[in-house]
């Protein structure tokens, strides 16, 4: 499919550089899908870490949302849209006898509802995620089965966590129960991932570039058959290994050839990180609403921070690391700091669902197509607590959803029961997510 | 004699009747007189079928023939039956005499099997490029800088190095980067391909502080263009502080002087400075690896900022990071030659034939025929056919030249089956430049292989101590020595910041350059290994000579420095070394302990029992010290037998903590060293146990013959090698230990320059799609 | 090379599904929290089904009062209250006297956290994690057995019942029996499951009168204002016969037949001083820190 870009006026000018980021113009975008009634539900998580402070997180009352007060005021635009659901729960993040380690556990735990098995090293043990069990199923239907996207630099070994390795602390999505999808952190990255690494150049030029490529690889086929002639057995065993691999990716190629998203000369692909954080959270998001709109992708993952994040936020005053803030000790003036990033995270997300919103979708938006989680999987960042957390789903899920509401559910509800709602709104019926004692009541209209 | 005359005698006619044809088994009496009987009356007490204490049954092992099937676990009875570990104390001693006349038959019988054993080189499958060697053979194939670490996924591992042949494979993921990274390659190396859009490729990671107001980026840029270095730089200082001027250089050039002005930010109402000023220079370079700075000149008013305030932005001003954007068009044409281009593509395509048939025969390493020429020539034509220029149709030649098998793989003939036969002198030369070089055959190496003279023994001596004297052979330190030492794992080692609060990349990175460097040093010099155990030199700057508290050394830069003190001396108690034999938040005698027994005594101890109970972490260095805790190892003789050799050495090192400093105290226990050899002798100080460990030079060259082998062949020592590590051992031993006589010595070996044919599979050859 | 150690393991966790409708259930949820106190057991999770939610409140009041939280327990260690939301069901009465009764300046006098449902627990929830806190759990039974049964169902808990559980124990008094099928699949369990049948309970009978200065170590305790509340003449001691034996399968006291728990000949007068003894002591004090 053609993404046309009319107009290019939209380009962000960061602070003092004098260099731009042009992004591609959301508002000139022809969208992938026509009526609503033909377009697909999306799903979408937003993960943010070292908890919430919940004094000013839950609504007072259950029921209908008056004006949304604390952390949650910069979603007041969207508070039709959106659902406070209390008293969730990650059992898994708890310790359970494996000592300390909880943000490890928090984050491993939140999407896949299984135990992390605590180790450092290269023997990882978690289990398969929400978004990846959807993917499974549906992710055949779109170019990218599912886009993860963080906003810090991924490690995947090491010891991160009082003995968790990096992967657990890094990693929201897991493909398989030992193998996590590291998220893309990297603006051009994320954008080549989207629309391919030469997606800038002109079509034709483009298909030249593949052709060849192709002959490249028949020569190596050529070669390697040849060269295999006069070798014995484990040699050639190791160049059938190389053969595989080769075809597997000329057939890549081929289907390169043939597909892919086209991008109209001019557009400029985006241009490192960003130096101010809200810039990089509204230039990663933006990504994430083209892919949406554009039908590349239905299923998607956000890290804000990685769990035991100490990103500092001097763009709001806050110089202190993140994590250690929120093992504040009672201390006010660290929790005021802890409370104002909260509430830019929560800022910077109602401006992604405002962006859902006034995107439109046949006679719907693109906000009303989607179910998009925003929570932690700890609550008390102090005690790492892993019941009572903090939970939104915004969205309504192509009219599924009755939002507008906060929800209180029993104690120690799974929040599995919550992805697993989700699925099943997207035609997914595994037996269980994780933990997940069955669907979470409330949330669907029916 | 523990045995009946009569039943003597029945043994020996039954063992002579058992012995298997064609096989000169040793003198059966002497089995039935010096070990049988030990091992049925001691030995069967524990390791019998009911109770296989360690899961030995030695009832099994009663026939002269498992001499040589079961040859390993003899080898462990010698060991422990020698050393006096077996039997346990609180058995049924050996007398000396019973002891000797056991220990003498086995070694005896060692001995002439070895000597009977047919010389076996082995075999190693087709063996794929590590990512370092991918990248050295680029630098030296193209002059390109290409950071394969970045790129291409680690390798994976055997027998404790990434260079296995059998252990690396090509999964479609990697293939789809080697040839992301071919085209990209080629376009640098022939410079005729179109920039692709700017970007910032460089990683702030990297930016690292080397003084107060002074950051330094090492980084790779791909095209020779125009660039923006950007630096950032935050805080700020008093009203009437001057402003402070910084340079910005590159490759110790600087391109831009500014003046910064020091209030950069008006302080917002949360007390915070939220701006940054951003300062740009561009300039052209070309596409390699380079150094950026950004440091303060003249900075008068540092010093009187106190050390603790000058990271805060509220007191002080300091640049915070650099990036560099890029490539863009060049403002103005700058012409860098690209080596590979020996005659101008513009002429025609004998011109591209010419190139391409030259980097063959560098990159496949060997002679090229025109079979390996035509599939590169072919792919010209095509790009020539799709009306691509001659430069641009040159580089995808090129890449088609860089994920050819005979470019990724170091390709041997085979012979025959079940047949040895001398490798051919091209594939020699790979051989000995990825050991010593962890890169491609320089010329004159090829040209001596190409012309049949490199396997001669005066020759391939003198090439081995060319190579050794070479910059290039720092591989070694790089590539071998960061992976027998285990150094190499400090890239994902963590401290805890409460306990090791100086715990920083920048420690990290200085604890790995010593180590590199002094590794190096040991082979350039030609020293013996005894240097590894307490040589009194190392190398240090700065950084880490403050870490070790050793006064009187300044700047990032390293140098060698003479050791005067007891406290450092060797590899074993560099900060490295001591950093990765520990947990993040302590010190583990057990670790440590069992380090030194691998690397040093060539001992490694078998894994521990299932039900060992957990250690109190919280009490350690509190309640009661580390060493108390561990008396419980003692308490039980089983648990000694192995504890008795581990925790010694591990307690010889408790004055290293878990960063490698030097302390006297664990909290409010002061640190007893000391401890006892099995065998009794005591040490008390590091130093001692040192002069110890030295005095098992024997077990030490052969643990480090094991190492170095495997890594030089790419596959694991195994029984039939015994012969060729023993010859290691007295080669070495013979030239007062010095390490080039082993370098030279496995270059020489059997292994090294032979190979065994391997039986072709019977599927017939594989089918093309 | 970087395993961090084990942590040392804790005392055996304790699960009890009580439908908290007599006063031995009352005693019994007081004697685990004692034996709680000395260690030699922790309370992983209590759930309520089968009465309204008086009983749930009931259970969270006795639980802070041994364990001293006076504030909402948001952590880890301290599992909430399960509880059948859906149940229609009455409180029992004997709750109501402790939670009715009020301080001189007419606060409750015992300290409560659960106000209202979504207070407590989702039962099938709790039960799973209760008995997923520790190594190795009991689990005391004597409620209608569906939550049980399916908390056991859930899925991601296959072959954790069987590792972790080390008994169940079943009083058969009151409505546990009344979800026949469930009880069947509980008591299907590859574990030790071990029914208390009535006349173990019957032949502990006590006297109201027993528990008079008791509890004496408190001015105001609500175990024994159920007790007060529930006692009309005299107590059968069911479930805290079955507390008892689940921490203590070994005492002379019980002998186990057939997977049936039956008192040991001439041991009735004896086995009560030891209940009574348990149920009513004071809590021994929690282990002092180390600086």
Avoid at chain 1, 54 to 66: F, K, N, V
Avoid at chain 2, 26 to 46: H, N, S
Avoid at chain 2, 466 to 476: E, F
Avoid at chain 3, 77 to 105: E, H, K, Q, Y
Wanted: charged residues 25%; glycine residues 8%.
């Amino acid at each position: 499919m053609i993404v046309t870009g009319k107009s290019l006026s939209r380009r962000m000018v960061l602070k003092g550089i004098g260099t731009t980021i042009a992004l591609p113009f959301l508002d000139a975008m022809t969208p992938a899908f026509a009526r609503a009634a033909d377009a697909p539900v999306r799903l979408a998580w937003f993960y943010v870490p070292n908890g919430i402070d919940m004094r000013h997180w839950t609504p007072a009352a259950e029921g209908p949302l008056d004006t949304l007060t604390g952390i949650l005021a910069p979603m007041n635009p969207v508070k039709d849209e959106i659902l406070v659901l209390s008293n969730l729960t990650t059992h898994w993040g708890r310790p359970l006898q494996d000592g300390p380690g909880d943000h490890g556990r928090a984050l491993g735990s939140y999407m896949t509802g299984a135990q992390v098995y605590k180790t450092a090293g290269a023997d990882l043990k978690l289990g398969i995620s929400a978004d990846q069990i959807a993917a499974d199923v549906l992710g055949k239907d779109t170019r990218l089965p599912s886009l993860e996207v963080g906003l810090e630099e991924a490690r995947q070994a090491g010891n991160c966590d009082s003995g968790y390795s990096c992967a657990y602390t890094y990693n929201l999505s897991w493909r398989t129960e030992t193998q996590p999808l590291p998220p893309i952190s990297e603006p051009r990255a994320l954008f080549e991932r989207l629309f391919g690494a030469d997606a800038d150049e002109p079509p034709a030029a483009r298909a030249r570039r593949l052709e060849m490529r192709r002959s490249i690889l028949d020569e190596v086929l050529g070669t390697t058959s040849r060269l295999q002639a006069a070798l014995g057995g484990s040699d050639r065993r190791k160049l059938d290994e190389y053969l595989t691999s080769v075809r597997e990716i000329e057939r890549q190629v081929q289907r390169a050839e043939t597909d892919g998203v086209v991008v109209e000369p001019g557009m400029e692909k985006p241009f490192g990180i960003p130096v101010e954080f809200p810039d990089y959270f509204r230039l990663m998001t933006d990504m994430m609403v083209l892919a949406f709109k554009a039908d590349i992708t239905r299923i998607s993952t956000m890290i804000v921070g990685r769990e035991g994040s100490v990103r500092a936020y001097p763009e709001i005053g806050v110089n202190d690391g993140h994590h250690p803030l929120t093992h504040h000790q009672g201390n006010m003036d660290m929790l005021a700091k802890v409370r104002q990033i909260n509430e830019l995270h929560a800022t910077l997300f109602a401006e992604f669902l405002i962006k859902l919103k006034n995107t439109r979708e046949g006679d719907s938006t693109l906000l009303d197509q989607s179910l998009i989680v925003y929570g932690s999987g700890l609550s008390d960042g102090n005690v790492h607590t892993h019941d009572q957390l903090p939970t939104v789903l915004a969205g309504r899920g192509g009219g599924f959803v009755a939002p507008g509401r906060h929800i209180i559910y029993q104690r120690e509800t799974p929040v599995t029961n919550l992805f697993l709602t989700m699925l099943h709104r997207v035609g997914v019926r595994p037996d269980h997510v994780g933990d997940s004692t069955g669907e979470l009541r409330g949330v669907s209209l029916s | 004699m523990r045995v009946p005359a009569a039943t003597a005698l029945a043994l020996l006619l039954g063992v002579l009747a058992a012995r298997p044809a064609g096989q000169q088994a040793p003198p059966a009496p002497a089995f039935d007189r010096d070990v049988r009987p030990i091992l049925d009356e001691v030995c069967t007490r524990c390791h019998n079928e009911r109770k296989a204490n360690a899961g030995l049954n030695f009832n099994t092992f009663m026939d002269p023939a498992t001499l040589e099937t079961r040859r390993d676990t003899w080898e462990l009875v010698v060991d422990k039956v020698k050393s006096g570990d077996m039997p346990p104390v609180d058995e049924d001693p050996l007398s000396v005499q019973e002891r000797a006349a056991m220990v003498a038959y086995l070694e005896g019988a060692f001995a002439r099997a070895d000597r009977e054993m047919k010389p076996d080189p082995g075999h190693v499958p087709v063996h794929r490029l590590t990512r370092v060697e991918y990248a050295n053979t680029i630098r030296d194939l193209l002059g390109v800088d290409f950071r394969a670490t970045d790129e291409f996924p680690p390798d994976d591992s055997g027998y404790g190095f990434d260079n296995i042949g059998d252990v690396l494979t090509v999964s479609p993921a990697l293939m789809q980067r080697y040839l992301s990274a071919a085209e990209r390659i080629a376009a640098r190396a022939i410079g005729g391909g179109p920039l692709p859009s700017p970007g910032v490729f460089t990683r702030r990671s990297r930016v690292r502080k080397i003084a107060d107001g002074a950051i330094e980026l090492k980084d790779v840029l791909e095209y020779d263009a125009d660039y923006t270095v950007r630096v950032g730089v935050t805080g700020h200082r008093g009203p009437d502080d001057p402003p402070v001027t910084m340079a910005i250089s590159v490759d110790g050039q600087a391109i831009e002087t500014v003046t910064v002005p020091v209030q950069l930010s008006a302080v917002n109402k949360q007390g915070g400075a939220t701006q940054r000023a951003l300062y740009e220079a561009r300039v052209f370079l070309p596409g390699n690896e380079h150094t950026f700075r950004a440091a303060f000149v003249d900075d008068t008013t540092l010093a009187s900022i106190p050390v603790k305030s000058r990271g805060d932005v509220g007191q002080n001003i300091f640049p915070e990071f650099i990036e560099v954007a890029g490539p863009f068009k060049p403002a103005q044409p700058h012409v860098v030659r690209k080596a590979a281009l020996i005659c101008d593509p513009a002429s025609g395509t004998l011109c591209a034939h010419r190139i391409l048939a030259s980097l063959a025969r560098r990159a496949y390493r060997r002679p090229v025929t025109p079979a390996d020429l035509a599939p590169l020539n072919r792919v010209y034509a095509k790009a020539a056919a799709k009306g691509y220029r001659p430069l641009e149709r040159l580089q995808f030649a090129v890449a088609a030249l860089l994920v050819s098998p005979n470019f990724l793989f170091r390709v041997e003939k085979n012979p025959l089956p079940g047949t040895i036969a001398r490798v051919t002198d091209v594939e020699l030369a790979s051989r000995l430049s990825y050991f010593l070089w962890s890169s491609m055959p320089d010329e004159e190496l090829l040209r001596l292989a190409e012309a049949n003279r490199l396997h001669q023994p005066g020759v391939l001596s003198a090439q081995v101590t060319r190579m050794l004297a070479d910059p290039k052979s720092l591989a070694l330190a790089d590539n071998f020595a960061s992976q027998w030492l285990g150094t190499r794992t400090l890239d994902g080692v963590t401290r805890d910041q409460t306990k090791f609060p100086e715990w920083n990349a920048d420690l990290r990175e200085a604890m790995k350059t010593e180590t590199r460097l002094f590794f190096d040093a040991v082979v350039r010099g030609n020293r013996p290994i005894s240097d590894f155990i307490d040589g009194n030199y190392t190398f240090l700057n700065a950084r880490l000579a403050r870490h070790y508290g050793i006064a009187g050394i300044d700047g990032p830069d390293f140098r060698r420095v003479e050791l005067k003190t007891d406290e450092r001396s060797g590899v074993f108690t560099q900060a490295s070394v001591l950093t990765v034999s520990s947990y993040p938040t302590r010190t583990s005698v057990v670790l440590r302990g069992k380090y030194l027994l691998e690397t040093v005594l060539n001992a490694p101890p078998p894994p521990p029992p299932a039900d060992v109970p957990p250690l109190d972490e919280k009490g350690i260095g509190v309640a009661v010290s580390h060493r108390a805790q561990l008396e419980q190892h003692r308490a039980d003789a089983l648990c000694a037998s192995c504890h008795n050799k581990l925790d010694p050495l591990g307690f010889g090192l408790e004055n290293y903590d878990a960063v490698g400093r030097w302390r006297t105290k664990d909290g409010p226990f002061a640190i007893d060293a000391t401890g006892t050899f099995p065998g009794g002798r005591t040490f008390s100080t590091p130093a001692e146990l040192k002069a110890l460990l030295r005095s098992h030079m024997p077990q030490f060259t052969r643990a480090l013959a094991e190492r170095m082998l495997t890594y030089a062949l790419g596959r694991g020592v195994e029984p039939f090698d015994r012969p060729v590590v023993k010859d290691l051992v007295a080669r070495t031993t013979a030239d007062g230990y010095r390490i080039q006589a082993m370098i030279q010595g496995i270059v020489a070996s059997v292994p090294f320059q032979d190979r065994r044919g391997e039986r072709k599979s019977a599927v017939q050859e594989t089918k093309r799609q | 090379m970087t395993q961090d150690p084990k942590q040392t393991p804790s005392p055996i966790g304790v699960v009890y599904n009580t439908s908290m409708a007599r006063a031995d259930a009352a005693l019994a949820l007081a004697a685990l929290y004692v034996a709680a106190s000395r260690r030699q057991a922790r309370v992983n999770g209590v759930a309520v089904n089968g009465s309204g939610l008086g009983a749930a409140i009931f259970c969270d009041v006795v639980a802070r009062f041994y364990t001293g939280t006076a504030r909402t327990p948001s952590s880890n260690a301290v599992l909430p209250i399960g509880f059948d939301s859906d149940a229609t069901a009455a409180d029992p009465p004997m709750v109501g006297r402790a939670l009715a009764r009020t301080r001189p300046n007419g606060q409750p006098q015992y300290v409560r956290s659960i106000q209202r449902v979504s207070d407590t627990a989702a039962p099938d929830a709790l039960l799973r994690n209760a008995v997923t806190l520790t190594p190795e759990t009991i689990v005391v039974l004597s409620a209608p057995a569906t939550w049980l049964a399916q908390s056991i169902a859930l899925a991601g808990v296959e072959g954790q019942y069987e590792r972790r559980v080390k008994r169940v124990v079943i009083v058969e008094a009151g409505d546990t029996g009344r979800d026949a099928a469930a009880l069947k699949r509980v008591a299907a369990l590859p574990v030790p499951v071990v029914f208390c049948g009535s006349e173990v309970g019957e032949s502990l009978r006590v006297t109201a009168s027993r528990f008079d200065g008791a509890f004496a170590w408190a001015p105001a305790h609500p175990v024994a204002d159920a007790v007060a509340a529930g006692a009309a003449s005299d107590l059968p001691l069911h479930d805290l016969a079955a507390m008892y034996f689940a921490l203590s399968p070994e005492s002379p006291f019980f002998t186990v037949t057939d997977r049936r728990l039956s008192l040991a000949a001439g041991a009735a007068p004896a086995c009560l001083t030891e209940l009574l003894s348990l149920a009513t002591s004071r809590p021994a004090p929690p282990p002092a820190r180390t600086a």
